[in-house]
């Protein structure tokens, strides 16, 4: 049955929250790296944002397909199965982009790592939810996120430090095969053995949409966390392109505000599991963060938006209003029974990462190329659209902050 540790912070906490500091190491170096890689490969400048449009589409579609196949890896074989099979594929990935010769390799190299990497947190915080009593859960998984946002800033730094990208590849797998030996020290989910034992449907996914509830369920859970990659995948990852448009000459490094809004998006979540914990709250707590990340987002569109210091500036407060994914995933997996928790928490962030695409898409070539509209009036209003389908869906989502985790769905 449940095991109940009497610290929040054990074995399985440190090791999820390694695994997803090598995860979001690998996931966000590509933005950090992304024009001088692309140029490397001889790429004409005016093809620069095309080419690397695509590179980070394939890979957000590998997360997507690879929450889908991992969530349902970790409901039938178990958290653990995940960890040590999704680490192996993007760390094997890693190296290979490390050698890639084309935008077409690059691109499929980056598919594949997304397959593998789309693993890593939903199994993580399924494992950490189940192993931590209800009380504790909260922080333990916002500490996991918190502690694994920073592998964005580590990321950056081996970059300016290197300044070898493929160097920074090879090293991202080399940091997953470490990681690997370090997962045998974690025990499996004692609800996972459990409902292994009964004889339930286990990580079926069209249990999702088979049943009306469950199915507003899990598309309420996927939608309360669009702002968060609308803000990264957009805002900060084109902040360059925002600076010359808000102010005009600039030398702004989109990857040094990439680099500044994930440091800040950690301290956030881990800050949001206390504040959860405060309130007593989860749907609470994420309120306060959307109303922090609305006034960010005016404040990148407002006059003050003037300098590339200030644009450091407001992209570091985008980031940490934007620190709610700890809390945003920890719903996604509290919300369904342990049959199915490991496919919805590993579905549901990675819908979220695989909307980018869509966003960029209503961004990019309707706003910008249908409509003909320039990128502070097409950002405007996508943001708007976001925001406004994110408040609707967390009006409506259950706060799951006292549920007992030990159930299964019929």
Avoid at 375 to 399: H, N, Q, R, W
Wanted: aromatic share 14%; net charge positive.
């Amino acid at each position: 049955m449940q095991q109940k540790p009497v610290s929040v912070i054990n074995v399985a906490v440190i090791v999820a929250a390694l695994g997803y500091f090598v995860d979001i190491y690998d996931l966000l170096l590509f933005t950090i790296v992304r024009e001088p890689s692309i140029r490397a490969l001889n790429v004409a400048d005016a093809d620069v944002l095309t080419a690397s449009t695509q590179i980070i589409n394939r890979q957000m579609i590998g997360l997507l397909i690879g929450g889908i196949v991992w969530g349902v890896m970790g409901d039938r074989k178990g958290r653990l199965s995940v960890l040590f099979g999704s680490i192996l594929l993007y760390s094997v990935a890693n190296f290979l982009t490390g050698y890639v010769q084309t935008v077409e390799q690059y691109s499929w190299a980056r598919f594949v790592a997304g397959l593998g990497l789309a693993g890593e947190l939903g199994a993580g915080i399924t494992l950490v939810s189940e192993l931590l009593p209800k009380n504790k859960r909260g922080i333990g998984t916002s500490l996991v996120a918190g502690f694994g946002l920073f592998g964005a800033v580590f990321a950056y730094f081996t970059f300016q430090f290197s300044e070898d990208w493929r160097l920074c590849y090879k090293i991202g797998g080399g940091l997953g095969i470490v990681l690997l030996l370090l997962r045998i020290s974690v025990a499996e989910s004692g609800m996972f053995k459990h409902v292994k034992e009964q004889q339930v449907s286990r990580g079926n996914l069209l249990m999702f949409f088979n049943n009306g509830y469950r199915f507003k369920k899990y598309i309420l859970a996927i939608l309360i966390g669009l702002p968060t990659w609308f803000v990264i995948g957009v805002l900060v990852n084109l902040s360059n392109r925002f600076a010359k448009d808000f102010y005009g000459e600039t030398s702004l490094d989109s990857g040094r505000a990439i680099m500044f809004a994930y440091a800040a998006i950690a301290v956030g979540d881990i800050l949001i599991g206390f504040v959860s914990q405060y309130f007593k709250s989860r749907k609470k707590a994420l309120y306060l963060f959307y109303g922090l990340t609305i006034l960010s987002g005016i404040l990148f569109f407002s006059s003050f938006n003037s300098s590339d210091t200030r644009m450091y500036l407001v992209c570091t407060m985008l980031g940490f209003s934007t620190g709610f994914w700890a809390i945003f995933v920890t719903m996604g997996a509290e919300q369904f029974g342990t049959n199915l928790r490991a496919t919805a928490a590993t579905t549901i962030p990675n819908m979220v990462r695989g909307a980018l695409p869509l966003i960029n898409m209503l961004f990019k070539d309707f706003f910008q190329g249908s409509l003909g509209w320039n990128i502070s009036k097409s950002g405007i209003v996508t943001g708007i659209l976001v925001m406004a389908v994110t408040l609707v869906a967390a009006y409506f989502t259950e706060d799951t902050f006292s549920k007992d985790l030990n159930y299964v769905e019929e």
